[in-house]
Every structure is written in structure tokens, then in C-alpha cells.
């Protein structure tokens, strides 16, 4: 699983400044090839600790990473799940943070979200 999510945000990270990709198609695709789905999300409480860490607020933190206050919120609340832009913005605002501490990759099987 970990080489898969490296794979994957090496692929983010390269394609970032295209403007046809899409974390969530290529998660799509990806995973409906394995019979799952895969999302992206935020590891929020290792993102609350490293904004504390350089005490940055909602704002600050926003606009370092080069997002709206609102996109962030949204993904802080679990209402969206983080895109390209927000990754590759975290990457190269924080370059020496690790990535697999802050972004998970939550898959579930296909028959498990599939009601009877």
C-alpha cells in the first residue's frame, strides 16, 4: 500500500500544473480497476499539529499552501477531500514534511459500499 501511495503522489505532484488531471479521477480509475474505491484525505490531526508547530492560522496556513480559507476549511471538516492543488501547494510550502503523514489513502472494497 505504501508504494501505491507514493507512486500516486509522485503522479500529483508531476501533473499538478495540467489542467485535465484529476486526483479524483485518477483515484477513480485506479481503484475501479482493483474492484475498490480510493479517496485521498487529510491526515487533519498531523495538519492541526504542524500549523500549531509554526503557529499559523486558518488564513496564514491557506495562503501559504495557496488555497482559499474556504477550500481549507473544507477539507479541515472532511467536506472535501484535498486536490492537486492543495497537495502540490503543501509540498512546496513545507518541503521537509514527509507526505504520507498528512495525506492517507482510504479504500474500501466495491462490495462493501454496495448496498444489498
Known sequence: ?????????????????????NVNKWCYYYATNRGERME??????????LQ??????TSKMARKIGISRTQLWRVLNYQSNPGEQFIAGF??????ENLDKFFLLKVLQLSDTVKS
Do not use: C
Not at 509540498?91 to 521537509?96: G, I, L, V, W
Open 52 to 57: 500549531r508547530k509554526y503557529s499559523y492560522n
Open 1 to 21: 500500500m505504501k508504494q501505491q501511495f507514493e507512486k500516486f503522489l509522485q503522479l500529483v505532484l508531476l501533473n499538478s500544473n495540467r489542467y485535465d488531471y
Open 91 to 96: 509540498k512546496k510550502a513545507f518541503p521537509e
Open 40 to 49: 485521498l484525505i487529510l491526515n487533519v490531526d498531523e495538519f492541526k499539529d
